[in-house]
């Protein structure tokens, strides 16, 4: 009976292990730029573009299917689809990422912002991670919305915004609420990662090769 009695709560941890160690999420309706969702079995609710809820974000919808951002990955659904996403294991989000540099010891790659991808450069001399207005509609930032400032820069003044993106993503690390700003027009032509996401991991130099470790 002990034997027993420990098997099944053994069970009722494992089960509740799984079930947290995934984001449920259903669509029970769509409608331009909005959706009406359930996540992990909850009563139903409305979600605007570019808002986040429980850690779902949408980033657009029609009446055809909805683009969700979810435990960092993106997951487009049709009306009455559902789809459980597992959480990255924490491991996982530690694990190094190496970057290599070009002829000229320039750090390029891919990365993701709100699930889309974009082109950057590693910039220790940004301040913040910087996007111009284009990459950010791309990547759906609703920039506008955020603190408007005036920055000079070497063809003069620009104006920008002040934001914070809600999931940005290097290879197996993840950063949330990262704070950037957004230039309006073309330039940067690349997104720089300054220092606002660089100061969130140790970087590791060895001649070509940089190594990131995630830190928090």
Not at 143 to 169: D, I, P
Request: proline residues 2%; positive net charge.
């Amino acid at each position: 009976m002990f034997t027993l009695k420990r098997l099944i709560v053994l069970l009722l941890t494992t089960l509740s292990l799984i079930t947290h160690a995934a984001t449920q999420i259903n669509v029970v309706g769509l409608f331009s730029n909005k959706a009406l969702i359930t996540i992990n079995g909850g009563s139903p609710q409305s979600i605007s573009a570019g808002q986040t809820k429980n850690g779902v974000k949408l980033i657009s919808a029609n009446s055809e299917s909805a683009t969700f951002v979810v435990e960092g990955k993106q997951q487009v659904l049709k009306m009455g689809q559902a789809a459980s996403v597992a959480a990255s294991a924490g491991p996982a989000n530690n694990d190094p990422v190496s970057l290599y540099a070009d002829s000229r010891g320039h750090f390029y790659g891919n990365l993701n912002i709100n699930g889309a991808s974009l082109k950057y450069v590693v910039d220790t001399g940004a301040s913040s991670v910087a996007l111009n207005s284009g990459d950010a509609k791309f990547a759906k930032i609703d920039y506008e919305k955020g603190e408007k400032v005036t920055l000079s820069t070497a063809n003069g003044e620009v104006g920008a915004y002040l934001v914070k993106l809600n999931t940005l993503k290097i290879g197996t690390i993840i950063l949330n609420n990262v704070e950037a700003v957004i230039h309006e027009g073309g330039s940067p032509p690349y997104v720089l990662l300054g220092m606002s996401a660089l100061n969130r991991v140790d970087m590791k130099r060895d001649n070509s090769i940089m190594t990131l470790t995630k830190k928090y």
